[in-house]
């Protein structure tokens, strides 16, 4: 089976704030995202866009990734079948310590 790379953008709300990020989704199923520099923040394109979409929340993010980690279906994890493997996040964005993900 091969998995799909997609992404929105969408707002992220935190109990002391409310931003704009780009969200990274396989196969729908939400599993990473990146914060939008300010001007970003501010393009009435990309605001209209994330209005159109589900306002995220930290907790989404952490059951949406454990859930794919105990499929082991999570791509920066877990060497998986992709149909667009160029649409996953720049990897030099991400630090794993090897040791943190052992269990």
């Not at 589900?54 to 994890?77: G, K, M």
Request: glycine fraction near 0%; charged fraction near 25%.
């Amino acid at each position: 089976m091969s998995y799909k790379i997609t992404h929105s953008y969408n707002w992220y709300k935190t109990d002391d704030d409310q931003f704009i990020i780009k969200t990274y989704l396989i196969n729908h199923i939400p599993f990473t995202f990146d914060e939008l520099p300010s001007i970003a923040q501010e393009d009435p394109e990309i605001i209209a866009k994330a209005e159109q979409q589900l306002t995220y929340t930290p907790e989404i993010f952490f059951r949406s990734s454990f859930y794919l980690i105990d499929e082991q279906a999570h791509p920066l994890l877990f060497e998986i079948e992709l149909e667009n493997p160029q649409d996953l996040p720049p990897d030099d964005h991400y630090e794993f310590i090897e040791e943190d993900l052992t269990s």
